[in-house]
Each structure stands twice: as structure tokens, then as C-alpha cells.
């Protein structure tokens, strides 16, 4: 205990029960992670780490459990850790019905209910990617669907269209008329590619672009030939439509006039932020979606100008960029709570 | 489950022979001698491969000589019933087995599902294999909602609010979730 502590303390403290303190410790960290807590919660934390050398030895286990969990990329952990469960869920079906074959009517009752109400509820969108991870998805008729970084996507091709329906996040969309190599004759589906986001729809006309699910609005940017916007409660007839290299936001409402595109459009899929001359505070909030925890910046250096290319997948080799490159210094309580201030 | 149990199940396949006293040689011999072969179909009966039933045949007494049987003391359980102790080993080999299959079954798909930039390194891959299956292992016994909440926090980093809508429960279900998730790994972690 050489550490300085945050009030004297004349002599070792008693020994605390195991058991009660390991329950200290899961609720605190429980609290850290529900993305709600608060400055002063993370202090009160901290005083509580600081507090009794058992608390130390309890989130050093703690500590040790984030490493283990984080041994292997969370877009390689989460599908595989997901998958190996529904495997075991349906062998548990399975075995559900063989016990159904001997047990009668009652039987088949009690396994429609787990079916309904238990683990075999869809819990979630058909196709998702957690933070930091992304995702390629060959669709039916031959077109693209890339998730960006917390993303969640569903795909529903019936005989009169192909809808891709964005719950959250940013997908990029490159249909298969733009994927076919050239020599191979266009015989396009003739059914339109559509993208329904939570304000509008985004109508593909032989393409490529990103869409971007905002919380009141929605980002579309083009990357080749063109699309057709539609807001859903906009009065205008007629859709707006945007070319290769605009990009356009719209709300429920309105639409509004299309801008030139940034360089970082769609760069997201080459796993790289381009950043051509925009404030620290911007930079930090774009890499944030590629990282969990809380990364922030000392208000002094806020609009400190950044330019640059900074890795996507290996958001702490960004920030060691950033660090190096610019007069920045990066301070942590945890992984989770990272801010940079001047050096 | 204690923390030996742990310790072995995490070492690799084909473990150093720990060093055992020699006068409990014979008994291990006899062992041998008398049930290999019936270890041997016994596995090959329930997991359908020959090839597979041998090596868990032979782990199966590598791990009964790195248990040892006590010298001097009076006859073990392995030595009265002696099937009925190879058996347990065996099934417990098994349970590893078909784990570390069906990880690395969900652990390819999810490669191949990966963007080229996101791609591991060969050298790499064999080792996030080996820290899967430890994750895998340490998650058994969770129930789906807890676990899948539990991966939505670590995994994907969703707050509690998103989670609870996701598994369409209320916030405070999700931290209890996650309460009962941490602890049981804190207490199984290897």
C-alpha cells in the first residue's frame, strides 16, 4: 500500500468478507458498464477502489475478466459466442421434442410456451454488428450490404421489391448492377432496391452508397450513379434526387438541399477515418463509434484542427496517433474512460 | 467445480505426464490392461469416429496419471469401480471435445463472414480458437437471456437501455442480468 490514499489510514484495515465484497465489485462495474453512469458515480467509484485493499484485489479479478473476454476482437467473439448458443438451443429443442413424443399433450403445451416466451424469440435484427465490428452480407440477387459499426439491418426481398430496412447504425449498399464484372450481359431485377430508414427511403438507381441512421434524422451519401430520397412525411411529390459525390440529410419532414459529399464518405469499409482538417471534439466523436467506453477531450483542446488517416479496427492505435502526432496527452481511468488533454 | 478441475481442463491436449510415485504403477497398469478396450468402444459407440474415440481413450488415462492413485492408502473409488471412474473422465473429455468443435465450427463462420481487412493473421487464429473455447466454457451455465445480455454489454458495447430493448425486458432486469452474468464468471474465470 504505497499508493497515496485519499485519507490517512494509521494501520492496515480489517480483512472484509470475500464473498460481500466480490458482490461490491460486480454491482460497481455493472454500474460502469450500463452506459448511463455519471461523472459522479465514477468518482464515488473511484473512492471506493481506493477505500480498502480488498476492494483493489476484487477488480484486479474484475480487470483480469475484461482481459479475458478481450483476448479476441469482439467481431470475432460476439458471432462465435453467439452462434455456439443457438447450437445448443436447438439441440435443446431438439431434445425438447423427443421428450415431446412421450409425454402427450401436455408435453407439446410446455414446449410451445419456451418456444414463444423462452430463447427462441427472435431477440434480434437478422444481421448486426457490435461496436468496432463490421459486416459483409451477400444478398439474394447478387448486391452488397456492408454494416458499419453498431449497426443493425433486415432484408426482405418479396416478388415486387428488395427492401433493406435500417434499425440503427450505417450500412453501405453496393446493388448488383454495380458489382456485375462488364462483360457479363445486365439483365437488372427488375424489382426496385430500396433502403427504409426510420424518416424516409432511399431508392438505389444502379449504385453505391452509405445511409446513416441519425436519432431524428437520416445521412445519404453517394458514392456512384445515383439515388432517389423520399422523406416519409415530406409533401413533396417528387423525390429528390442525389448524384455520385452529394450527400444529403433528410427528417421525417423535409429533405434537405444536397451537399457535395465529405472525402470520408463510404471510407469506413476500407477500415480507415479520413479526416481532412476538422476539430479534435469531431475526430473523437466519429472514432467513439468504434470503440466501447466513454472517449472525450479537455475543452481547452476541443477544437484543436486534425488531419489524418487513423485505423478503424485498432481504435487505441488511433489514439497513439493522435497522441504522437498532435500536442495531445492521453489520460485513462480505464479503457472505458479515456480523455486527451495538451501535453 | 473446483480450481484443479479448471486447471486441467484448460491445459493442452497432450499434457507432460506429472510426476507420480512408481509403487502406484502396477495399479495404473491393470487399469490399463484391463479397461482400454472397453473405454475404447464404450467412446467409439458414443461419438461415432474411431479416430477421435482413440485419442479420448488415451486422454482419458493421461489424465487418470496425472491424478495419480495415492500410494499406500486403501483402495480408491478408480480401483472399485473402475468403469464407473474411466467413464466420468471420459465423458467429461467428451463434453470438452464437442465444445471445442462447435466453437471452432461458430469461430470459422464468423471468419468468413469478416470483412478482408478485419481478417486475423494465421498465427493469430489458432490462439483466439484456444481463448474462445476458455470464454465458451466459462459462459456454460449462464441462462440465454442472461448470457445474451451479458455479450450485448462486453461484446457489442449496447447501454443497458438498448438492451433492454433488444431483449424486450425492463432496464433493471438487464442490470440483474448482468449482476448474475459478471459474478459467474468472476467465479468460473480460468
Known amino acids: 500500500m504505497n499508493a497515496p490514499l485519499p485519507y490517512p489510514q494509521l494501520q492496515e484495515p480489517a480483512p472484509r468478507d470475500a464473498a460481500t465484497v466480490r458482490k461490491e465489485a460486480v454491482a460497481w462495474y455493472a454500474r460502469l458498464c450500463s452506459g448511463s453512469a455519471t461523472d459522479a458515480e465514477c468518482e464515488r467509484w473511484r473512492h471506493w477502489h481506493d477505500q480498502h485493499p480488498d476492494h483493489q484485489q476484487a477488480w484486479l479479478r474484475i480487470e483480469a475478466l475484461r482481459a479475458v473476454l478481450h483476448q479476441v476482437p469482439a467481431n470475432i467473439a460476439a458471432p462465435t459466442l453467439r452462434m455456439t448458443a443457438a447450437a445448443r438451443s436447438r439441440r435443446h429443442a431438439l431434445r425438447g421434442m423427443a421428450l415431446l413424443a412421450s409425454t402427450g399433450t401436455l408435453g407439446y403445451v410446455a414446449w410451445r410456451g419456451t418456444g414463444e416466451q423462452g430463447f427462441a424469440r427472435p431477440l434480434l435484427a437478422q444481421y448486426r454488428t457490435g461496436i468496432g465490428q463490421q459486416r459483409e452480407v451477400p444478398l439474394a440477387d447478387g448486391s452488397l450490404l456492408v454494416l458499419n459499426t453498431g449497426s443493425a439491418a433486415e432484408v426482405r426481398f418479396t416478388g415486387t421489391e428488395r427492401l433493406v430496412r435500417l434499425w440503427a447504425g450505417e450500412i453501405l449498399i453496393e446493388t448488383a448492377h454495380m458489382r456485375r464484372p462488364q462483360d457479363v450481359p445486365d439483365t437488372a431485377d427488375p424489382r426496385p432496391f430500396i433502403v427504409q430508414t426510420a424518416q424516409g427511403s432511399v431508392t438505389a438507381l444502379g449504385t453505391r452508397f452509405t445511409v446513416r441512421q441519425f436519432d431524428d434524422h437520416t445521412e445519404v451519401a453517394v458514392l456512384d450513379h445515383a439515388v432517389a430520397l423520399r422523406s416519409d412525411g415530406a409533401s413533396q411529390a417528387h423525390p429528390v434526387l442525389l448524384r455520385a459525390g452529394q450527400q444529403a440529410r433528410f427528417s421525417a419532414t423535409a429533405i434537405a438541399p444536397p451537399q457535395p459529399a465529405t472525402d470520408n464518405a463510404g471510407q469506413w469499409r476500407s477500415g480507415s477515418l479520413l479526416v481532412n482538417d476538422r476539430s479534435l471534439a469531431e475526430v473523437l466523436a466519429e472514432l467513439s463509434r468504434y470503440r466501447h467506453g466513454r472517449l472525450g477531450c479537455d475543452a481547452s483542446v476541443a477544437r484543436l484542427r486534425i488531419s489524418g488517416v487513423f485505423p478503424l479496427a485498432d481504435t487505441d492505435r488511433a489514439l497513439a496517433l493522435l497522441t504522437r502526432t498532435f500536442p495531445l496527452r492521453q489520460r485513462s481511468v480505464t479503457r472505458y474512460w479515456v480523455t486527451l488533454g495538451a501535453r | ?190
Not at chain 2, 502396477?26 to 479397461?35: E, F, Q, V
Not at chain 2, 482419458?60 to 473402475?82: N, Y
Not at chain 2, 438498448?162 to 452474468?181: H, S
Request: aromatic content about 8%; hydrophobic content about 40%.
Open chain 2, 1 to 190: 467445480m473446483n480450481e484443479n478441475y479448471y486447471y486441467l481442463k484448460f491445459t493442452p491436449r497432450v499434457p507432460t505426464v506429472p510426476p507420480f510415485t512408481l509403487r502406484d504403477d502396477r495399479a495404473i497398469t491393470t487399469l490399463y490392461s484391463d479397461h482400454h478396450s472397453w473405454l475404447h468402444d464404450w467412446l467409439r459407440r458414443k461419438m461415432g469416429n474411431a479416430g477421435d474415440a482413440a485419442d479420448l481413450a488415451h486422454d482419458t488415462f493421461v489424465r487418470v496419471l496425472a491424478r495419480g492413485i495415492p500410494a499406500g492408502q486403501a483402495p480408491q473409488p478408480a480401483v472399485r469401480t473402475p468403469r464407473a471412474y474411466l467413464g466420468t473422465i471420459a465423458r467429461g473429455l467428451m463434453a470438452d471435445f464437442f465444445r471445442r468443435k462447435e466453437v471452432e465450427r461458430a469461430y470459422l463462420d464468423a471468419l468468413a463472414a469478416l470483412p478482408d481487412v478485419h481478417q486475423p493473421s494465421p498465427e493469430t487464429r489458432a490462439i483466439l480458437l484456444e481463448a474462445l473455447v476458455a470464454i465458451d466454457t466459462m459462459l456454460d451455465g449462464l441462462k440465454p437471456q442472461v448470457r445474451q445480455a451479458f455479450l450485448l454489454s462486453q461484446l457489442d458495447g449496447l447501454t443497458y437501455d438498448q438492451i433492454a430493448a433488444e431483449l424486450r425486458v425492463t432496464k433493471r432486469t438487464v442490470g440483474n442480468y448482468m449482476c448474475k452474468a459478471i459474478e459467474h464468471c468472476l467465479l468460473l474465470a480460468p
